[in-house]
């Protein structure tokens, strides 16, 4: 792992090295997330796909949730605190040490755990997987952890408010979680705020690296448009406190209907139609973390740049039509709002994506 840390975990190394920062100053922090972090990859994150896919309600084909997934939960958690290579860390060492960044050092090492195991709880299904997390330390007996349950139920309340909802049916999850917690003598442990960049960071890191590189032939009908759309994402990065986001997406498959459900066989949905819902609920995502980032963390705006495309009898690719749009706050507070803009709906119809499907692109992407 060493030789391939994200830069948050280069941070945590270089933080670590001031053990009286941190609860516990007999303890290396960055030593014992190695630990957990190598135990997780031997025993834990390999076999998630394939409980996804046989312990769950809907069985199927879901878009990847292996260890590369974690990395790259990791990867976007840094984007959003301005973080993108190891010369940004310049000052921020420090900063972090004196806590006078936007995470303290006990905060950074339960971010790091919160993303490393907020997904585990898919080994034994999708449904409820965000309140295995606990489950999942104490039946694989992972280091550390499994013996500090304190430590243990602090990364779960973490990790585990990435989605679904709390006991009382609120998708708040965030929210109706406690404000602080005690980390054993150094003040305050925010929360809400650790918890909000682990959602947002697991929100926007769908790429098309989760869809298989195979053929459709081998993917579930009711799970191809999930994989349709992840294949679309060309790019997605965090800069500047704003989220980049770029598609291309084949007409062709613009104009089919998809399956959504294995059980319900009347769900369907068209590419249009859930890549709006998709980008909609990106920007409900972006404005909901919001409420509980400072700004060194929290992004303004959601920049989508799409393409519709046709590929020709060589497999060469022909643009249709581009759009770029921007989705932010634009409005009064509180005054009737619609996240997206007649413009995208527009763009997206079905009359105009037909019409697209008979036409020829004039340049070449």
Not at 163 to 176: E, F, V, W
Not at 277 to 288: A, G, L, W
Request: net charge negative; hydrophobic share 35%.
């Amino acid at each position: 792992m060493a030789n391939n840390l994200q830069i948050l975990e280069i941070l945590l190394q270089k933080v670590a090295e001031k053990r009286t920062s941190f609860p516990d100053p007999k303890k290396d922090y960055f030593e014992t997330y190695q630990e957990i972090v190598g135990d997780l990859r031997r025993n834990v994150y390999d076999a998630i796909n394939a409980g996804l896919a046989a312990n769950s309600e809907e069985q199927g084909l879901y878009t990847d949730h292996g260890k590369e997934h974690f990395d790259t939960v990791i990867l976007y958690a840094g984007q959003m605190l301005n973080l993108h290579h190891e010369g940004d860390l310049d000052g921020v060492v420090e900063l972090v040490t004196k806590c006078q960044w936007v995470l303290t050092p006990y905060e950074l090492y339960l971010l790091l755990l919160g993303i490393r195991l907020h997904d585990v709880g898919n080994i034994y299904g999708r449904e409820n997987h965000e309140k295995n997390i606990l489950k999942v330390i104490k039946d694989y007996g992972v280091p550390h952890l499994s013996k500090d349950r304190i430590e243990a139920k602090k990364v779960a309340i973490i990790g585990g408010a990435h989605g679904g909802k709390s006991r009382c049916g609120s998708k708040d999850t965030i929210g109706l979680m406690q404000e602080t917690g005690g980390d054993g003598h150094l003040g305050d442990v925010d929360f809400k705020k650790i918890a909000a960049i682990v959602r947002f960071a697991d929100e926007i890191c769908e790429n098309r690296f989760r869809a298989p590189s195979g053929g459709d032939a081998a993917i579930p009908e009711h799970n191809l448009i999930f994989h349709k759309f992840a294949r679309s994402i060309v790019s997605s990065s965090v800069r500047n406190q704003t989220l980049s986001i770029k598609f291309s997406l084949d007409v062709e498959d613009l104009v089919q209907t998809y399956k959504t459900s294995k059980v319900d066989p009347t769900a369907e949905k068209t590419l249009p139609e859930f890549f709006l819902d998709r980008i909609r609920k990106t920007e409900i995502e972006r404005r909901y973390c919001a409420r509980f980032l400072p700004d060194g963390a929290n992004l303004k705006e959601v920049a989508v740049d799409v393409e519709v495309v046709k590929y020709d009898e060589y497999d060469d690719i022909e643009t249709l039509e581009r759009r770029q749009f921007t989705l932010k706050e634009r409005d009064y507070p509180g005054a009737a709002e619609d996240i997206l803009s007649s413009e995208v709906k527009e763009f997206m119809a079905m009359d105009n994506i037909k019409q697209l499907s008979h036409t020829r692109g004039t340049e070449c992407a």
